[in-house]
């Protein structure tokens, strides 16, 4: 048993540049052991020599006790005859470090550096940029590999004598830290008033003051701007949602405690795990009744979103006389998050009374992440910092690609051996600037990952900026467009290890169909070769085109028309006493005439639809507003036993199924003018949408014999409408699978256009 053994150890992911190497010779060292490690290109290599039970000890705790910034995707251990080494030592890199090792995202600051930010005696005592190799910014600061300081934005500053010690000190918690810095080395920080006027004394105590006067600040964070201001202060909050032209999309806050988050909302085991996470994303909390936040903050919502700090400068901040603070990205309205000084000066003149700056440039943005648990799982609705650049792993060797998402919430992937990396948020390609991000962002990634794929997948889409990117780059030899929801299927697959067929429900907003339509509401028999469609909601006609994504009431009258015809206007619905007879009889026009409406089978149209018929919301101020409040009212419904769906048509035509939901229309109108309540119609709608997808489903498995179902598509993000239906899959039969590492809305669209095309290419 106690005989002498020499393990090799080669560990595989984030493990260079996160105090791995001192770890492994402290964590040897407490188990007796001997031996070596050493950065090589794959990863870390080490051989550890002892008594095979402290062997043992060594290779079964190793991920466990390994750094917390390190992340390890896989580890080979083999076993060889002892070679009697005398002493542990870390040797010296044989080949160039990093060409397959991952780079780490920026992360929350750990406690040693909290205490050290809180103790007065530490020389770092208050000092907002305060970090080691356990915590602090990387993906932000990084412009290339390997990562030194000299490829990062603190190359500027020059170590003190102080911070160089502890750079070079292989037990000191800085060893190898390369944003290392104190007050006396490293960044400073100063507050500017809206004529760029430098304020005299300490900016974070003139911030604070400032804050709880009720100014609104821009702040400069890790990943870009924050617009912050106090959130029980109404009139703060409003001048804000005006000033930045956002209308009703809730704020996102940061609160000092958990403990202090718990006076807000309501939050679970799992939601306190990832708000304290060091990865601290933006989670999406139940609000409890009787606020002490602004109403302005999230009107409507039932959903507060909620973080931490993050930063020193967050923690000092946040050390001030109020519960919360808003912190929204630092930008108007579509626009990327505003990442440097002078850009904040000049794109945030008119919203923020004051600013505080530093002098740590951000290379690249990232902002803030968000989920919501879902299942007891943590679950992404935007995958941002502290998450990339961390791959999704796949279980096969892909070809290097690159894919370029959709239009919508864009992210891009490139693929590298068994990983997928799906970039940080860019955001909708809209605008130039954001055009520009999604070039700088795939130009990075490229660098940092020595990736120079030959391969590239885009959307079917001819109108998509990231299209027309695809198609006018030359150093591609093949381009692979891919049909919008089958990436959509893709990506649920990839992320949940699928490769053989499925039954793939894609409902979304928008997607370019193949035969020109607008798709949204698809069943699609699919592997990542290729997809058949097996099903869809009936096309309708979407009176104004692109303005029925922002004028819900536009499909509503459509689906009114297809369902009443010229009766519609004797209908005694709360939705008409809301609108103009003019415009009615406009809409109507175009419908009949079919001019600029062109045909969908959206799902996402259909909620927003009912929503709007039901009163509930005609127009949306963000992106499927009108869906979530209809969410919102279905929830309220308590008793939810023997609610029967309501009624509508399955027709098959040639190979193909259509969902005919007129008759559903019909029951809900009735419904309506008879005063039953919203609520409990919303609910059966939702109960419906359910069944359908579930009756869909036994259909084709009768036909095929697939049992695997996976969801995604942005309508997935309702958590009802999941709940409801992943209850009959069970009972069903089925195995079904969601999104959860990457979003389910589009963006997680370019990691199933990546594995597309690396499966179409070979
Ligand atoms: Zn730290
Ligand atoms: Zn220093
Ligand atoms: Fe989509």
């Given at each position: 048993?106690?005989?002498k053994v020499r393990a090799r150890l080669l560990v ?12 492994v010779d402290?964590f040897a060292r407490e188990n007796n052991l001997t031996g070596w490690v ?6 870390v290599e080490i051989e550890a020599e002892g008594k095979s039970?402290d062997v043992k000890k060594f290779v079964e705790g190793f ?12 580890i080979?251990v083999s076993y060889l005859?002892p070679v009697?080494y005398?002493d542990f030592v ?673």
């Open positions: 048993m106690n005989k595989y992911g984030v493990v260079q540049g996160v105090g791995f190497r001192p770890f402290r050493l950065n090589a290109s794959l990863g039970k991920s466990e006790n390994a750094p917390p910034m390190s992340l390890i995707t896989h080979d005859p009697d005398k870390i040797k010296k890199s044989i080949v160039q470090p990093w060409e397959f090792t991952l780079i780490s995202p920026d992360m929350a600051t750990c406690e040693d550096c909290l205490k050290e930010l809180q103790d007065p005696q530490d020389r770092r005592f208050g000092y907002p940029f305060i970090n080691c190799t356990n915590c602090g910014p990387r993906y932000t600061i990084i412009r290339d590999i390997p990562y030194d300081r000299p490829k990062t934005t603190m190359k500027k500053f020059v170590m003190c004598p102080a911070c160089q010690k502890e750079y070079k000190e292989i037990t000191n918690r800085r060893f190898h830290a390369q944003p290392n810095a104190c007050p006396d080395c490293g960044p400073k920080i100063w507050l500017l008033d809206s004529q760029g006027n430098e304020q005299a004394g300490d900016g974070i105590t003139k911030a604070k003051i400032f804050l709880s006067q009720g100014k609104i600040l821009a702040v400069k964070g890790l990943g870009g701007f924050h617009l912050v201001c106090d959130a029980q202060n109404e009139e703060a909050v409003k001048n804000l949602r005006q000033r930045k032209r956002r209308e009703e999309k809730p704020f996102a806050l940061m609160v000092n405690s958990i403990e202090k988050s718990k006076s807000l909302c309501f939050i679970s085991k799992e939601e306190e795990k990832s708000l304290l996470s060091i990865k601290r994303p933006i989670v999406l909390l139940k609000k409890k009744k009787a606020s002490l936040l602004a109403p302005s903050v999230a009107p409507k919502s039932q959903d507060l979103g909620v973080m931490l700090p993050y930063t020193p400068l967050h923690y000092l901040l946040m050390d001030g006389p109020y519960l919360a603070l808003v912190m929204t990205s630092g930008n108007i309205s579509q626009e990327p998050i505003v990442f440097s000084n002078e850009e904040a000066l000049e794109r945030l003149k008119g919203i923020a009374d004051y600013y505080l700056l530093h002098n740590r440039d951000i290379y690249t943005r990232s902002d803030d992440s968000v989920v919501y648990i879902a299942n007891k799982t943590e679950t992404m609705l935007r995958r941002s910092r502290g998450y990339c650049p961390l791959p999704i792993h796949l279980d096969y060797h892909v070809e290097q690609i690159l894919a370029c998402g959709a239009e919508l919430k864009n992210t891009i992937c490139l693929t590298r051996g068994k990983d997928a990396f799906v970039s940080q948020y860019i955001g909708d390609l809209e605008n130039l600037e954001a055009f520009n991000f999604f070039e700088h962002t795939i130009n990075k990634m490229k660098r940092i990952l020595k990736v120079n794929p030959r391969i590239i997948a885009y959307d079917m889409h001819p109108d998509y900026l990231s299209t027309k990117y695809a198609e006018k780059v030359s150093e591609y030899d093949i381009k692979i467009p891919v049909q919008h929801h089958h990436a959509h299927v893709a990506s649920c697959m990839a992320e949940n290890g699928l490769k053989k067929k499925v039954i793939g429900l894609a409902w979304d907003g928008t997607g370019y169909g193949e035969d020109g339509c607008v798709w949204g509401g698809e069943f699609l028999v699919a592997d990542f070769f290729s997809f058949e469609r097996k099903a869809f909601f009936s096309y309708l006609p979407m009176p104004g085109g692109e303005k029925a994504i922002k004028e819900p009431y536009r499909m509503a009258i459509s689906y009114l028309y297809q369902t009443f015809g010229d009766n519609l206007m004797d209908l005694a619905l709360p939705f008409f006493f809301q609108m103009d007879n003019k415009k009615l009889s406009a809409i109507l026009e175009t419908l009949k005439k079919g001019i600029n409406s062109p045909l969908t089978s959206s799902a996402g149209r259909l909620f927003e639809s009912i929503s709007s018929i039901l009163g509930v919301r005609n127009k949306n101020t963000f992106e499927g507003q009108a869906a979530i409040e209809l969410e919102y009212l279905a929830s309220s419904i308590r008793k939810r036993n023997n609610i029967s769906a309501y009624p509508y048509l399955i027709n098959q035509i040639d190979s193909q199924y259509q969902i005919d939901v007129t008759p559903m229309i019909k029951q809900i109108v009735k419904e309506s003018v008879n005063q039953k309540s919203s609520a409990a119609i919303a609910f059966t709608f939702h109960v419906t949408m359910a069944e359908i997808a579930v009756d869909m489903c036994r259909k084709i498995r009768e036909e095929c014999g697939i049992t695997s179902v996976v969801l995604s598509g942005g309508v997935f993000q309702n958590r009802l409408l999941v709940s409801l239906l992943t209850e009959k899959f069970v009972e069903q039969g089925f195995d079904y699978y969601i999104q959860q590492k990457v979003p389910a809305n589009d963006g997680g669209i370019a990691l199933g256009q990546a594995v597309i095309a690396y499966f179409k290419s070979i």
